[in-house]
């Protein structure tokens, strides 16, 4: 039987523009609780975020609240709204 820890890897893709945009997002996801691990590009205009407690929507709703806009989002390389 295979093991899963139930780990997802989120993608979202993030407008912007410069380093205070990326920091940002960087802080908000820094004081997120549950996160296993995460990185922001601002070259790349994402933020990848591991965990295997907090919600997408809740996630989505965090990086929001920066003020940035989010223009698509993935899970496990999946698609979703946003």
Do not use: P
């Not at 919600?55 to 989505?60: D, G, P, S, V």
């Amino acid at each position: 039987m295979a093991e899963s820890n139930g780990q997802h890897h989120y993608t979202f893709h993030v407008k912007m523009s410069c380093g205070g945009c990326s920091g940002a997002v960087d802080r908000v996801l820094k004081k997120t609780e549950g996160i296993n691990s995460y990185s922001v590009s601002l070259e790349a205009q994402t933020a990848d975020v591991y965990t295997d407690t907090v919600e997408y929507a809740t996630l989505l709703e965090k990086i929001k609240k920066t003020g940035k806009t989010v223009v698509g989002a993935e899970r496990d390389g999946e698609k979703l709204e946003v």
